[in-house]
């Protein structure tokens, strides 16, 4: 796959079906890891480190190629923009938010963002307004986080629990913001090159807000083995390879058919959360979840 510049003409389907796989699987897996690592690492320096090595990784490599600096000022803050969004916005959101709640249920409220597309897409001047189909699958959707949210309201022992439920459902919005953006700022030509200035940009902002937070203080002077095999694997396999595919994905092929990471992303976090880490597959857990995904499944199929 040649991550190197926009890509001008249909891909090859074989290389949409790689860059979906990858999402599918590791993005599928992504919240346990980020579980595992936030127990041992503070979240938003967790994620500043974790992008600032996967987008200095991808940026060293893009020069090593000869891939040019962005040549106008709106590329490059059109690259940071959707940085802060994608990446601070919506990781941070989702780093703060799975120290609160399980990895599957994470997943799960993250699957909302076609239903924010859809809110987006209808308010932006000259948008789409929503199919009836559409409408029916948003209120699915809406229904399933009510389910999702409503036994942690009330109780002032499940605040904490709210708060993170709260925080993914706007990383979920920030996502959409930053992919809509995606579709429509001026982006850098190379591909490789605006990616790595999002990871960039939003790893810096990830690590001025760890650090005016305090966290530095909870940075532990070991490292245990299962919490770094954690980390490396949000840096490599979900920075480098699935975000670099997401980017690529919504630039080279329809959006309805990338997203449709969304309702597989929640069925693959919800089974290994319940099998590697005993999280509890309860009845408004399993009521939810298939509402928002069959929401997902319904938008995107009008979408498309």
Excluded: C
Aim: hydrophobic share 55%; no cysteine.
């Amino acid at each position: 796959m040649n991550l190197s510049s926009g890509s001008q003409t249909s891909p090859p389907m074989w290389k949409i079906a790689l860059a979906l796989g990858a999402l599918y699987l590791i993005w599928g897996a992504i919240y346990l890891a980020v579980r595992v690592a936030v127990h041992f690492w503070p979240p938003f320096l967790l994620m500043g480190a974790r992008f600032f090595l996967a987008g200095g990784l991808v940026l060293l490599w893009a020069r090593l190629r000869g891939t040019p600096w962005p040549a106008e000022r709106r590329e490059w803050l059109s690259a940071g923009a959707v940085g802060l969004l994608m990446v601070t916005g919506a990781n941070g959101g989702v780093a703060w938010g799975v120290e609160r709640v399980d990895s599957g249920l994470a997943a799960v409220l993250i699957a909302t963002v076609p239903l924010w597309l859809i809110v987006l897409e209808s308010l932006r001047p000259g948008g789409d307004r929503p199919h009836v189909s559409a409408l029916v699958g948003l209120g699915l959707g809406l229904v399933g986080v009510a389910v999702l949210v409503r036994p942690n309201v009330g109780v002032a022992e499940n605040v904490p629990v709210l708060l993170g439920q709260l925080a993914l459902l706007g990383a979920a919005l920030m996502w959409a913001l930053g992919s809509i953006g995606t579709r429509y700022f001026r982006m850098p030509s190379s591909f490789s090159m605006g990616t790595s200035l999002q990871m960039l940009v939003g790893g810096l902002f990830l690590s001025l807000i760890g650090l005016a937070k305090g966290e530095l203080g909870r940075v532990p002077h070991t490292v245990a083995l299962r919490p770094a095999l954690a980390f490396l694997f949000m840096a490599f396999f979900g920075s480098i390879v699935a975000y670099s595919a997401y980017q690529w994905l919504i630039r080279s092929t329809r959006p309805a058919l990338v997203a449709t990471y969304a309702y597989v992303n929640p069925v693959v976090a919800v089974l290994l959360g319940a099998l590697l880490a005993g999280e509890p597959l309860t009845s408004s857990v399993l009521l939810g979840s298939a509402l928002v995904i069959t929401s997902a499944f319904l938008i995107q199929r009008v979408r498309s």
